[in-house]
């Protein structure tokens, strides 16, 4: 059989044809993809900027469901879900990326990140700290460790709290120190509260972790003054007493803090004149009410006591101060007296709350870390109305 170059020479124009028409509608499809998903995706941006979330999010996925390969709507759609509170609907985006083998490593890394982050928004703090610990060893390890750190304090792991505040202080990311002090005081806390009875060894070990703590960060009164209760706990008030003038001496703004339990021990001991000259310096030189209180506590009578407040309330009209002096007060009929000493007791209840510096908590005690925003010593040693 002979073959007809013929045919050849009337199929090569026809191949060249019909190969130009079908480029011509991939290039059509293409074309008309690309405009969709870009007009899709700044719709939802659009919205985003003008806050309506809801729409957003269905621009979105429908963004998503006509190109699902692209990881950036994936991550926007998540992280919609999860400021809008939704958060097993960004876990389920978040995984879904995850599952992804086309993604490379760095949106790996990324989508691990945006995972543990839900978790942690969702209050699955076990979870938020698996996931950040497989963030350890990668570019996000400063964010998990941060992250870890906030877990750690929330959960009250105070051993796993100050090891990571130390790798933080070793690299350089800060000072954390302090932080670390506290830490160590908070594990003597839960070391004495689970003790029914305070044993040797438990004494000494609490004793050791207090020293190390002011060691750490001798300008944080909170060790000196957990050290000096532990003291007196023990029967050792002597030491206790003298824990709290060394820092007094060295820390004079924690005097507030500490100024009527120096009285008490001091009067116990019989060594009022010594800590009585230290408050009236202090007193001298910032009148605090707090100081105001102990030194009066250390007169030699109700009358001398009553004097020292009344001098105080004619230069400052506190009623802090006013509720104090009614306390020595001579009322003929005690029934006013009672009356009198209630009413004054609950106005000057807001007045003795501490406010935390960061967020505005109060509290009637003060606080080495605030309940409301969990910072460290935003508490000021002044009560509210020496504000």
């Not at 890394?109 to 978790?119: E, S």
């Not at 009929?333 to 807001?350: D, N, Y």
């Not at 709350?353 to 040693?381: L, T, V």
């Amino acid at each position: 059989m002979e073959f007809d170059l013929g045919w050849i020479l009337l199929g090569l124009p026809l191949a060249f044809v019909l190969g130009w028409l079908a480029s011509r509608m991939d290039l059509r499809q293409l074309r008309f993809e690309n405009r969709q998903n870009p007009k899709a995706y700044f719709k939802g941006l659009n919205y985003l900027l003008n806050e309506q979330q809801d729409q957003a999010i269905d621009a979105f996925i429908q963004a998503v469901q006509q190109d699902p390969d692209t990881s950036e709507l994936h991550f926007a759609l998540g992280s919609l879900f999860r400021r809008r509170g939704e958060f097993e609907r960004s876990v389920r985006v978040h995984q879904h990326l995850l599952a992804r083998d086309d993604l490379s490593l760095k949106e790996h890394q990324r989508a691990q990140l945006a995972l543990a982050m839900d978790y942690l928004k969702a209050g699955l703090l076990d979870r938020a700290e698996e996931s950040y610990r497989k963030l350890l060893q990668t570019p996000f390890q400063v964010q998990a460790q941060l992250a870890l750190l906030s877990i750690f304090e929330r959960t009250r792991d105070w051993q796993q709290a100050q090891q990571m505040a130390q790798e933080l202080d070793h690299a350089g990311l800060g000072e954390f120190k302090t932080r670390q002090a506290h830490y160590l005081c908070e594990q003597v806390d839960q070391l004495l509260r689970s003790a029914p009875t305070l044993e040797s060894i438990q004494a000494d070990q609490a004793k050791t972790l207090l020293e190390k703590a002011i060691l750490m960060a001798p300008q944080s009164a909170r060790a000196s003054i957990a050290l000096a209760q532990l003291e007196h706990q023990l029967g050792n008030t002597q030491e206790a007493l003298t824990t709290l003038l060394a820092l007094v001496s060295q820390l004079p703004q924690a005097l507030p803090l500490v100024c009527e339990e120096m009285v008490a021990w001091a009067l116990a001991l019989g060594q009022q004149e010594k800590v009585q000259a230290l408050l009236k310096e202090a007193y001298d030189m910032h009148a605090s009410v707090d100081v105001l209180k102990a030194l009066a506590g250390l007169q030699p009578s109700p009358i001398e006591a009553q004097n020292l407040l009344s001098q105080h309330l004619q230069r400052d009209p506190s009623l802090l101060v006013a509720s104090w002096w009614l306390e020595h007060e001579r009322i003929e009929h005690e029934e006013h007296r009672a009356s009198l000493g209630k009413a004054l007791v609950r106005a000057t209840a807001p007045l003795k709350r501490y406010r935390c510096a960061a967020c505005g908590f109060e509290a009637q005690k003060h606080f080495w870390q605030c309940p409301g925003c969990q910072a460290w010593d935003s508490y000021p040693n002044l009560r509210v109305e020496e504000l």
